[in-house]
């Protein structure tokens, strides 16, 4: 099973990520940031990953550090769940349209980190939440997850939709290029023979 669990714990954070990439999308979250437990929903439900994230953070600062170690462990879990990545499909891509808002986005589980952040959000906040830590988020996902991630959000009025497209959208990438392909059942998908 694909299963891992790992803990962060800074001065400025203490955070604690469990995930099985193949779940049934079940998710517990508790962050102190509601929008973000609400953004983490959307990655578990429709990656069909079962992940749980306990996290506590100088929030009395602001949002940023909480936002980002989050990003950073869950990276870290995300990698020791893949493990070797033989078999994998590798590759993976969704568009996912919420209305009036419209996002892209492309992955590839290359082993190096990577991010293309093409969002121009239409407003500053979304409730109480900085928009701007979306890409913090993703910064640390892939730098410890080391996955190549391209986002782009092609159309949207509204920030809320825009951001919740982005996530689906991720989640969505991520199920299709975990998934296992029984023609390269022991076959690492690279001809460099590594990941």
Excluded: W
């Amino acid at each position: 099973m694909r299963i891992a669990e790992v803990s962060r714990n800074t001065l400025e954070t203490r955070i604690a990520v469990s995930i099985n990439l193949d779940g049934t999308g079940a998710s517990k979250f508790s962050t102190g940031l509601p929008f973000l437990d609400h953004m983490l929903d959307q990655i578990a439900r429709h990656g069909m990953m079962d992940i749980s994230i306990e996290a506590e953070g100088d929030l009395h600062i602001d949002a940023h550090h909480t936002v980002e170690d989050i990003g950073i462990t869950l990276g870290q879990a995300f990698a020791r769940a893949i493990g070797d990545k033989k078999g994998i499909c590798r590759y993976g891509h969704s568009y996912v349209p919420l209305d009036e808002a419209l996002s892209r986005v492309v992955l590839d589980l290359s082993g190096r980190p990577g991010l293309e952040f093409g969002v121009e959000f239409t407003r500053a906040r979304i409730g109480e939440f900085d928009v701007d830590l979306i890409h913090e988020f993703f910064q640390g996902f892939v730098n410890h997850a080391q996955v190549t991630l391209h986002i782009d959000n092609l159309r949207g009025d509204n920030a809320h939709h825009q951001a919740e497209t982005i996530f689906k959208a991720f989640g969505r990438a991520l199920r299709m290029a975990v998934q296992m392909d029984s023609r390269m059942a022991g076959i690492m998908p690279s001809t460099k023979g590594s990941l």
